[in-house]
């Protein structure tokens, strides 16, 4: 029999199909967009034929009559994530929700412990070969087809085709229902500004060349809003929606640079309107393949540079991350966010995020010192890397518990800081000598953050120093040379202990300025040089810098004295002062070629510079003056000769 023959044979209306089903069995409904959804009205209608089905349902994104309590005899809903479309019946105990990897569903079935009697799909019309494609929803489709007895698919023309492993021969299928309709539309919110905000946190981040996956949720959506100055980047995906594109038609998505399946977006199931649809249907750039592909950890790894975000809802001070419930109850589901983390994690620089605002709508804070009642635990403390707020980036991967707490302290909203803090402590989390900034002028000036290309090419991010500094800000010292430390002290110190370095690192932002040039990359930082300025006498800033040794020479003093000049500036200060040993030849070099003109009195063997921005000029120009009782030279004398 050829395959046309077996296709008029199938063909049959919806009530004949659902004839085929069983009181007592349990039916699959084919996902997301891909929900057949005339069978699913036609099965609502079919209720009273039927008693104690389940009904499996991986995501459902519009409402399912089925659903409804006055079905409830006939069906029991199972959902393993839960949408719009099956939240309230969740929460009101119509139906079940099953925490579970998406990544884990096809196992299930394949080893019978999640028997399949009746797959419900929605397919695109036959080729000239009798294969039907599965279209938009690949997920777990081929994986509940094969398992199941009986195969009832709902061919619909406004169905994409689509590549990868998609195809299902016609002789697979055991009934055959021919409806046309629309796909079920579906559309993320447009995020707000501080949405966007933590989005743009997250794209500095992201590399030219990095491999992409954004998971659901406005805020993950939010980032790919944001990537529109990127170059070569990639997609290896469970979840692909319109906002990738956006990103294709930039010229922003290529595959150039993907190692694993290159230049292909891979995807497992598309969640969009119909300029998505469009955008796949017949697309050979496009390819979707099952979860047990795109969702597998060691597949995800082979992507180099992989980048994936997820939502989360709350996160406590350890870095557990609740994902799936508020208030107690279930919210969402886990789907392929371990897996991706996890994968990226793996992935040669690769990169794992997780994402949330610091407040809820209420105004209380989503990091917390321990998860909520009843929230589950969706991330482990040892599976989260980067958390990142609209306040910033914490790196949380191979920190103490200390470390982390105060890592998230930092990026929590300011109203909730000292809440926090103290919570730190009472749980024995932090030192009760833990200095904090001071409320509201702790905030990070994020607007002074500046990248700046070094004489040998390599660059460094120069920015306000952070309490998470602290460590690194300590190494820096502990690597400076004996010499190094006097010129940067004016006296000799053999120990930064730790109270001090938390002083200098947990600042009034508006009393003082420190800087810090970061080297390397997002967990492997190393602090390259420090400025600083300070409200001294008369409100006039006093500014010292110091610069490692690997880094000298390549014009980091400069830069980061450019930065200081330029926020003083901004804060309407008049100059800046500054107290150097005269054989610091370095440091004076740098003070006096900034552009302004240099004033100095030379005391005790200290030279008291003041730096004028009301007096420009295009070549240096030093004016000294002696304290001649004091222990300065008692003639006038050229500054190089100091």
Request: one cysteine or more; a negative charge; glycine letters at 8%.
């Amino acid at each position: 029999m050829d395959w046309m023959e077996h296709y008029r044979q199938r063909r049959q209306d919806a009530a004949k199909a659902l004839g085929l089903l069983r009181s007592g069995s349990r039916i699959f409904l084919g996902s997301g967009c891909g929900e057949p959804r005339h069978l699913v009205r036609s099965l609502a209608e079919h209720a009273s034929k039927l008693a104690d089905v389940e009904v499996i349902h991986v995501l459902s994104v519009a409402h399912d009559d089925y659903t409804d309590s006055r079905y409830a005899a006939s069906f029991r809903p199972k959902k393993f994530f839960v949408a719009a479309g099956g939240r309230q019946a969740v929460q009101e105990g119509r139906a079940d929700y099953v925490p579970l990897y998406l990544s884990d569903v096809p196992r299930l079935m394949r080893e019978g412990r999640l028997t399949i009697d009746a797959a419900l799909v929605q397919v695109a019309p036959p080729n000239e070969h009798g294969f039907v494609s599965l279209g938009v929803a690949v997920d777990v489709v081929s994986e509940a087809m094969q398992c199941a007895r009986v195969v009832i698919a709902q061919v619909n023309p406004r169905m994409p085709c689509t590549h990868g492993d998609t195809f299902v021969h016609v002789a697979e299928l055991d009934a055959i229902v021919e409806y046309d309709e629309p796909l079920i539309p579906f559309s993320t919110p447009e995020p707000d500004q501080v949405q966007r905000k933590v989005a743009q946190h997250v794209a500095k981040l992201i590399k030219d060349g990095s491999t992409i996956h954004c998971g659901l949720g406005r805020l993950p959506q939010a980032v790919l809003g944001e990537l529109f100055d990127k170059k070569d980047l990639g997609v290896h995906t469970d979840v692909l929606t319109d906002a990738y594109v956006d990103l294709v038609e930039a010229g922003v998505i290529t595959g150039e640079k993907k190692t694993f399946y290159p230049k292909k977006i891979v995807a497992s199931y598309c969640l969009g309107g119909e300029r998505l649809f469009s955008f796949v249907h017949n697309n050979p750039r496009v390819e979707m393949y099952p979860v047990r592909l795109t969702n597998d950890v060691a597949n995800i790894a082979k992507n180099e540079r992989m980048v994936t975000v997820h939502e989360a809802v709350e996160v406590d001070l350890t870095g557990q991350v609740c994902s799936d419930a508020v208030g107690g109850r279930v919210y969402s589901g886990l789907g392929g966010m371990v897996d991706f983390l996890r994968g990226a994690a793996l992935s040669n620089d690769g990169l794992s995020v997780v994402v949330l605002t610091s407040l809820r709508h209420d105004g209380t804070s989503r990091i917390r010192p321990s998860l909520s009642e009843g929230a589950g635990v969706g991330v482990t403390r040892a599976g989260v890397r980067t958390i990142v707020t609209e306040y910033g980036v914490a790196y949380l991967h191979g920190l103490s518990l200390s470390e982390r707490a105060m890592a998230l302290i930092d990026i929590a909203h300011p109203n909730h800081r000292d809440e926090l803090l103290t919570a730190a402590r009472e749980l024995g989390l932090i030192s009760s000598a833990q200095v904090q900034a001071p409320l509201f002028t702790g905030v990070y000036p994020e607007q002074y953050e500046r990248v700046m290309t070094l004489k040998d090419g390599s660059q460094v991010l120069i920015r306000p120093v952070k309490p998470t500094d602290e460590r690194l800000v300590q190494e820096f010292f502990y690597s400076m040379s004996d010499r190094e430390v006097y010129y940067r002290f004016l006296h000799t110190i053999k120990a930064f202990p730790r109270k001090d370095m938390q002083r200098m690192v947990n600042v009034d932002y508006h009393r003082e300025m420190p800087v810090v040039a970061v080297s390397g990359k997002l967990g492997q930082e190393e602090v390259a040089g420090v400025a600083r300025y300070i409200l001294g006498h008369e409100d006039q800033p006093e500014v010292d810098f110091a610069v490692k040794e690997g880094f000298q020479g390549k014009g980091l003093g400069r830069a980061m004295m450019n930065t200081l000049v330029e926020i003083a500036q901004g804060r309407g200060f008049t100059g800046l002062n500054a107290y150097v040993m005269p054989d610091n030849q370095a440091s004076l070099r740098i003070l006096y070629s900034l552009g302004y003109a240099v004033t100095g009195l030379v005391s005790q063997g200290v030279i008291e510079m003041t730096i004028h921005f009301d007096q420009p000029v295009s070549e240096p120009s030093v004016k000294l003056s002696y304290d001649l009782g004091g222990h300065g030279p008692e003639r006038e004398e050229p500054l190089a000769a100091l």
